[in-house]
């Protein structure tokens, strides 16, 4: 029946836009963002005064109640509705409305993993009651039950905490002991979504079983990758808050999602879904994981894939942590054999194995349609530009474009190699005929084999794994730092494995996610920061089995400040990784946190330039009254008591003055002393750590120090002056990244 009433609705306001023939006059999906919700106030009456601001907003009561597309009210306050741009700015001038803005479609962007960060499955520490109790909340494309990472046999009952519900529907029978919860949002703007929680992608499965799969022996993608897939916190549960269609996930549905999961009751929030620049108040990602946080739940968000240039990471504000990409300690390798012995080593992820020992090869210059592509590029292979009767059965040779395998198959040829000269070794994908992925050098001894040969032959082997010792290295997709919208944070904060991961798989979709792919599988290969951030997220709910009452700022501090180094200690560049590689085990006991409150991000909101009036409706009646005036204005160094140390000069600036203050709180055991060590590669700066050191009496006790900056970010191509601060006592090592932005000319 509603979906019916959503159909029609549609297609009266697209009837109505062909006549007038504007698009100011289409309503479109908005947000009326209304900050945090007073207790006081049951929704029945919130969703009334929802309706009351929409009717005196749009003037006519029947157009009201249509445009209404869903009330916000278990965390907080708000509504989505169909608007006219007009109406979007009466209704931002209503009191009580902190900020109204457009719905936008956002896209998402292991065995091995774990060990590989120094979590070997049997010999670290578990907190096995707690973790059963934790919940991780996963923003995503949905979920695969039936996958092994799922299934309930060693889970006790459902956490009496949870007050989540499960939806259902085509190839979804219900919840179980290991996913509790499972809803499927499909309001506001079309994103192609099927009314289930299934998971007709497979990404929402991959994330969800990195985090808190269970440990399934004897995984892999058809033998490639074999060993135990396992999460970070595999006793723990997981919640699916399916937000994302076919043509990605929009903010009115993400909202919707963290609404009810701060309500549900989940521990952690992992969302692997892009974040745009936007300012605070008008992105979902940010309001929903600010109203997060104030409930004690920290927010894990990816970074992106817009690597490697500078200036591209995303979900930045402070309250969430943000994950870049690394690569591991394995690759996959695909060798191709030539007909005269020769055998190269490409990259992909070639499951197949076929049985006939040589295929015929040839260039697909040979095999170009000229006569009806005239101005393609004859190597290229792109869709369509290859004669099926010269490539039928064969392996063809491709020059330039990676999605190659795809015509290839299209014409009926039996395999690809592709020659590539930005051939970036880390990262390898699934292919829907045997692939490999080689260098120019290697290319043109193929290209120089098939020339003078009269009968050339090849055959693409199935991948092995390779050890690798070229990591961590930050994968080149990574989106990177500065950020643009909260100037003096450093983003991303920490970097996980995200290229090459196998994890849990939704058999609704082939590996590729070609549907002419019949290749279905429970687990599957795939990378991005999608796949690092339920590492993090993971991560963060394991450091909490251990210190349940700790703060998100502090669980997120632990796991900053105990970051390994990635390219090599000196190496470092904290623009791509933050403070550095994820380190599970050593966060557990971190010795000092950098400990922030929910008046810190308020404080901070201020400095940033957000008045007391709209502070007061982001934080209810709970902060008293919150005066900004007493805040200096303008983005300071000191904006919060940050683990890491940021700051971003003027254009054209490049002398540096910089003082950050900071409160560590001791969380070691018994009396103790930490000194302070400042460790730089560069000149031209002094860096002073005052006090340099702390002396700790007992557990909780709060100390202050400042790091202050003084000299010249050298003239030339760098652009950042890079230090790192480093406590330390006899049992732990508190390492923090300090980076100075000079913004260039480019
Ligand atoms: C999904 O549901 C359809 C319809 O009931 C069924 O034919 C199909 O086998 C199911 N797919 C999986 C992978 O369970
Ligand atoms: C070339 O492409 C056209 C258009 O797709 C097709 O009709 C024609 O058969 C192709 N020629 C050969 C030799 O494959
Ligand atoms: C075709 O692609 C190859 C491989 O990338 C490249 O070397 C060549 O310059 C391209 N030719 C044209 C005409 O674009
Ligand atoms: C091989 O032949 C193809 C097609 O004639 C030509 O484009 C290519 O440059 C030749 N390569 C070498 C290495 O001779
Ligand atoms: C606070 O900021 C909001 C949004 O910028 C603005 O609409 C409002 O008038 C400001 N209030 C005061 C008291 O300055």
């Known amino acids: ?158 956490p009496r905490k949870w007050k989540g519900k499960c939806d259902k529907g085509l190839n979804f029978t219900g919840c179980n002991r290991k996913v509790i919860g499972a809803r499927f949002y499909n309001l506001g703007e079309s994103t192609g979504m099927d009314p289930t929680p299934a998971d007709t992608d497979g990404h929402g499965t991959h994330t969800s079983s990195t985090a808190a799969g269970n440990s399934v022996k004897g995984a892999s993608l058809y033998n490639v990758a074999k060993g135990t897939a396992r999460g970070a916190v595999p006793s723990a549960r997981v919640a699916m808050y399916k937000i994302c269609g076919t043509f990605g996930c929009s903010d009115v549905n993400i909202l919707a999602a963290f609404d009810d999961a701060i309500s549900d009751g989940v521990d952690i929030i992992s969302v692997s879904i892009g974040g745009p620049t936007k300012i605070f108040l008008d992105d979902v990602i940010a309001i929903g994981s600010f109203h997060a946080i104030r409930k004690g739940i920290l927010t894990v968000c990816a970074g992106g894939n817009l690597g490697p240039d500078e200036g591209t990471v995303g979900n930045v504000a402070p309250w969430i942590f943000t994950v870049g990409a690394t690569n591991m300690d394995r690759e996959f390798r695909t060798v191709v054999k030539l007909g005269n012995g020769k055998t190269i080593n490409g990259i992909s992820i070639n499951t197949f194995a076929p049985k006939k020992s040589m295929f015929p090869l040839i260039s697909s210059a040979l095999a170009f349609n000229a006569t009806t592509y005239p101005y393609t590029n004859a190597s290229a292979c792109t869709i369509d530009t290859l004669q099926v009767k010269k490539v039928k059965d064969k392996i063809v040779f491709c020059k330039g474009y990676s999605g190659a395998d795809y015509s290839v198959r299209m014409s009926h040829g039996a395999g690809t190699i592709i020659s590539l000269d930005d051939l970036t070794t880390d990262m390898a994908s699934t292919t829907l005929i045997p692939t490999t992925l080689v260098s120019v050098r290697h290319g043109a001894i193929i290209d120089h084999y098939i020339n003078t040969t009269k009968s050339p032959q090849a055959y693409i082997y199935k991948s092995i794994t390779v050890h690798t010792t070229k990591a961590p290295v930050v994968a080149a997709f990574s989106s990177r730092g500065p950020q643009k919208v909260a100037g003096n944070i450093l983003k991303p904060d920490i970097v996980a494995p995200g290229v090459d991961i196998l994890a849990g798989y939704s058999k609704l979709v082939s590996i590729t996610g070609e549907p002419l792919d019949t290749r279905m599988n429970v687990f599957n290969i795939i990378s991005g920061t999608s796949m690092s951030t339920p590492h993090v997220s993971g ?91 007493k805040f200096k204005k303008g983005r300071g160094s000191d904006g919060i008591n940050y683990p890491s140390f940021h700051y971003q000069l003027g254009f054209g600036e490049s002398k540096m003055s910089v003082r950050f203050h900071r409160t560590v709180t001791y969380v070691g055991n018994g009396p103790s002393v930490f000194k302070a060590r400042i460790l730089t590669g560069q000149k031209g700066a002094s860096v002073r750590v005052v006090p340099d050191a702390l002396v700790f009496t007992r557990q909780q006790e709060k100390r202050s120090f400042r790091v202050e900056v003084q000299g010249q970010i050298p003239e030339g191509a760098i652009n950042t002056f890079t230090a790192w601060v480093e406590w330390t006592d006899a049992k732990h090592r508190v390492r923090s990244p300090i980076l100075i932005y000079r913004q260039g000319l480019d």
């Open 539 to 629: 991560a963060a709910a394991y450091v909490r089995t251990f210190h349940p009452n700790w703060s998100p700022a502090a669980i997120k501090s632990a796991l900053m400040t105990t970051a390994r180094p990635v390219n090599g200690e000196g190496n470092e560049k904290p623009l791509d990784s933050g403070s550095g590689l994820l380190n599970p085990v050593d966060a557990a006991h971190p010795g000092l946190v950098y400990d922030l409150s929910n008046n810190d991000y308020a404080r901070y909101l201020c400095k940033e330039g957000i008045n007391s009036s709209t502070i007061a409706k982001l934080s209810s009646d709970k902060i008293p009254h919150f005066d900004c005036s």
């Open 1 to 158: 029946m509603r979906v019916l009433v959503v159909y029609f609705l549609v297609f009266l306001s697209l009837g109505t836009t062909q006549i007038q023939g504007s698009n100011d006059n289409e309503r479109k999906p908005y947000i009326v963002y209304m900050g945090e919700k007073s207790p006081q106030i049951q929704q029945l009456a919130r969703v009334q005064h929802h309706h009351l601001l929409l009717v005196d907003a749009i003037g006519d009561l029947s157009i009201a109640k249509e445009a209404r597309i869903h009330s916000y009210g278990r965390s907080f306050n708000g509504f989505a509705a169909n608007l006219l741009p007009s109406e979007a700015v009466r209704l931002s001038e209503k009191s009580g409305v902190v900020s109204v803005f457009p719905s936008t479609i956002r896209q998402v962007v292991t065995t091995r993993s774990w060990d590989f960060m120094g979590m070997p499955e049997n010999l670290v520490k578990r907190n096995h009651k707690i973790e059963s109790d934790t919940i991780i909340g996963v923003l995503d494309t949905g979920i695969y039950i039936e996958a092994p990472s799922f299934d309930d046999k060693e889970c006790g009952p459902v």
